[in-house]
C-alpha cells in the first residue's frame, strides 16, 4: 500500500529551466512534507519542507507547493543546475512518529 | 566530522551467517532510525529509538534487532541471513520525535548495502 507515491521515476531538463518533481499521497492524517536529495553511494539529505497548515514554502531556488484537498504536493527547483542532479524523494509524515517515503525521482540537469 | 556515521560501508556474507551493523550520530539527537532501501528502491523505516526507548518497530522479521547502548549509537544486528535481506540499510538520526513540534528533519548516514550469497 503505498501511502506517498512518486509517478515519474526519472525526469530530465535544461540547465537554467524549471524542474518540477511530483509527489502524490493517500494518507489525510499526515501533517507534514520534506523533500530529501540522494546523490549515488551518499544518504538522502533534508533539502526543504512544508507544514499542512501552508501551502507555499520557499529556500532559495527551491520551492515547495502544497495542495491538500488534491492530496499533491511538488517540488519547483528554479533555475536548475547540473549539480542538483540526484534523486529526489518526497516523504510525509504525522503524529505516528514516522516519515513515509515515495520511491523518488531521478532528476539529471543537462548543461 | 562525519554527522551520521555507518560501518561498514559494503557487507558481502553467506546465507545463514549472523552479521551487525553499526551506526553513530555526533549531533547530540534524540532519536535515531534504521530504514532498509530495497531493490525497488522504497526506503522503508524499520526501527526508531529515543532515548535509547524503541519507538518504532515496523513489522520486522525477528532476526533483526537492534541495539541502542547509547542515544550517540544505534546498531542492527541480524541472524540467520537471508537472501532477501540484501538491500541498503540507512542509519538516521533526528533531533526529536518525527511529527513532534516539527522536529522530524532526518540526518542519514551513507548507507550500509549488504549482499547476501
Known amino acids: 500500500d503505498q501511502q506517498v507515491k512518486q509517478n515519474s521515476p526519472s525526469l530530465s531538463v535544461q540547465e537554467g529551466r524549471i524542474s518540477i518533481l511530483n509527489c502524490d499521497y493517500t494518507n489525510s492524517m499526515f501533517d507534514y512534507f520534506l523533500w530529501y536529495k540522494k546523490y549515488p553511494a551518499e544518504g538522502p539529505t533534508f533539502l526543504i519542507s512544508?507544514?499542512?497548515?501552508?501551502d507555499k514554502n520557499e529556500d532559495g531556488r527551491f520551492t515547495v507547493f502544497l495542495n491538500k484537498s488534491a492530496k499533491h504536493l511538488s517540488l519547483h527547483i528554479v533555475p536548475s543546475q547540473p549539480g542538483d542532479s540526484a534523486v529526489y524523494f518526497c516523504a510525509s509524515g504525522g503524529s505516528n512518529y514516522k516519515l513515509t517515503f515515495g520511491k523518488g525521482t531521478l532528476l539529471t540537469v543537462n548543461p | 566530522d562525519t554527522a551520521v556515521s555507518q560501518t561498514p560501508k559494503y557487507l558481502v556474507t553467506q546465507m545463514g551467517n549472523d552479521k551487525s551493523i553499526k551506526c553513530e550520530q555526533n549531533?547530540?539527537?534524540?532519536?535515531m532510525y534504521w530504514y532498509k532501501q530495497d531493490s525497488k528502491k522504497f526506503l522503508k523505516i524499520m526501527f526508531s529509538y529515543n532515548n535509547k526507548e524503541l519507538i518504532i518497530n515496523e513489522t520486522v522479521p525477528n532476526r533483526f534487532s537492534p541495539k541502542s547502548p547509547d542515544k550517540a549509537h544505534l546498531n542492527l544486528h541480524i541472524n540467520s541471513l537471508e537472501l532477501g535481506d540484501s538491500a541498503v540499510y540507512f542509519c538516521?538520526?533526528?533531533?526529536?520525535?518525527?511529527?513532534?513540534?516539527?522536529?522530524?528533519?532526518?540526518?542519514f548516514g551513507p548507507g550500509t548495502r549488504l549482499t547476501v550469497l
Open positions: 549531533l547530540g539527537h534524540d532519536t
Open positions: 538516521a538520526s533526528s533531533p526529536g520525535l518525527a511529527g513532534v513540534l516539527f522536529a522530524d528533519t532526518q540526518y
Open positions: 512544508i507544514s499542512s497548515i501552508k
